[in-house]
């Protein structure tokens, strides 16, 4: 199973970016998340969604401003970030949980992850 995450950039405050996570043809994830980790920070969730795409999860800092998408045919999740702020520049992954051993409610734990993509990073200036 390979992740391959993608599409970030440097832009300004207000801008948008769309983060994109292609997954190989033989991931069967329960739950995809997009985490961020920023110079000197812990790694802090920021969305995930249902593999079917039922159920999405977001934490505080983002609601409103971030949508979690997914494309079944090229399987693609999309990170959506609108309205972008200084406070949002970080290195962004896209991780998948496939065990079924663990609910959405979860999600936002990094250790119910078993796959992990490359890191794309995000800059916004001021």
């Known amino acids: 199973v390979q992740l391959q995450a993608s599409g970030g950039g440097f832009v300004t405050t207000g801008d948008s970016l769309r983060l994109s996570c292609v997954a190989s043809?033989?991931?069967?994830?329960?739950?995809m998340g997009w985490f961020r980790q920023a110079a000197g920070k812990e790694r802090e969730f920021i969305a995930a969604m249902t593999w079917r795409g039922d159920r999405k999860k977001y934490t505080e800092s983002v609601k409103g401003r971030f949508t979690i998408s997914r494309n079944n045919v090229d399987n693609t999740v999309y990170l959506q970030m609108n309205s972008l702020k200084p406070e949002d520049t970080a290195v962004y992954y896209c991780?998948?949980?496939?065990?079924?051993?663990?609910?959405?409610?979860?999600?936002?734990?990094?250790?119910?992850?078993?796959?992990w993509g490359n890191g794309t990073l995000v800059t916004v200036s001021s």
């Open positions: 043809a033989n991931l069967r994830a329960y739950f």
């Open positions: 991780a998948a949980s496939t065990s079924g051993s663990y609910t959405l409610t979860l999600s936002e734990r990094a250790d119910v992850y078993d796959y």
